[in-house]
């Protein structure tokens, strides 16, 4: 009677989930190190001339990412970068952009190496705050993520294969320091991506480990929050707790 229970109620908190909108509200105020507007890059395929780099602003999740361990981050804390080249906002300070669908790496249809290569650039980028703090840093960061989405050799080079980048060599030549540096390096957090049909996608991570958070807080790095990876389960968890005791209570009652 007890397991009987607990799945009762496992299956009722995730029914109750499932039928909750899946929608995040995404807010910039400006480049995330400064003036970018400068920083233009010319790349192709897909080929795209203008300016590149990190944005600041803040994230708000539904009641359902909430439960799936989700945290809302503040400005200017919250700090992310495009996943697309053919898709735009519109500019700083953007309005409250609704609708954002939390999309893990395969449920955004990349490839397990995809996964993989963009968890090393990320992981690799914030282990240091030092390796992405400025403007044009920041350029160099969103053109090797956009190396990883759309290039398909295996250099990790924006001067060779179908994704290459022409028209800034400082940009270039420090954005393919930190594919270098980063094939191999050890995967502290889970890449997801902030989906909108017909807007631009934006990178979300997820620490691993107790806390979700191993390499710092929400402030640094890379489309960052603070979630809590247990905290599903332990609803759960806690609702099936709550239905055994109210059966134990009503038969005492009874007795």
């Known amino acids: 009677m007890k397991n009987n229970l607990i799945r009762l109620a496992l299956t009722t908190a995730l029914g ?8 995040a509200t995404v807010y910039y105020a400006d480049w ?3 003036n970018s507007w400068g920083n233009t890059v010319s790349v192709g395929l897909p080929n795209h001339t203008g300016a ?3 944005f600041k602003g803040s994230v708000t999740f ?10 809302d981050v503040g400005t200017p804390s919250f700090i992310s970068y495009c996943v697309e080249i053919t898709e735009s906002f519109n500019g700083f300070p953007s309005a409250n952009m609704s609708g954002y669908t939390v999309k893990s790496a395969a ?4 490839s397990a190496a995809k996964e993989l290569r963009m968890g090393q650039l990320l992981s690799y980028a914030k282990s240091s705050a030092g390796l992405v703090d400025t403007a044009s840093e920041s350029t160099s960061l969103q053109l090797a993520i956009w190396n990883v989405v759309y290039d398909t050799d ?11 980048e022409s028209s800034a060599t400082t940009y270039e030549t420090y954005a393919n320091t930190l594919l270098a540096a980063s094939l191999g390096y050890a995967v502290n957090y889970d890449v997801f991506v902030l989906e909108k049909s017909g807007s631009q996608d934006f990178l979300l991570l997820r620490g691993r480990g107790p806390g979700g958070s191993p390499n710092g807080g929400p402030t640094t790095g890379v489309g960052f929050t603070v979630p809590e ?7 759960l968890v806690a609702l099936g707790a709550v239905g055994v005791s109210g059966v134990r209570r009503r038969r005492v009652a009874k007795a």
Do not use: H, R
Request: proline content about 2%; overall charge negative; aromatic content about 10%.
């Open 16 to 23: 109750g989930s499932a039928m909750l909108s899946q929608a």
């Open 32 to 34: 995330a190190y400064g």
């Open 52 to 54: 590149a780099g990190g």
């Open 62 to 71: 539904d009641a359902a990412e909430k439960l799936a361990g989700w945290t």
């Open 107 to 110: 449920g955004y249809s990349w």
């Open 154 to 164: 295996v250099d990790n080079s924006l001067l060779t294969g179908t994704f290459t």
């Open 229 to 235: 990876p247990e905290s599903l389960a332990l609803v």
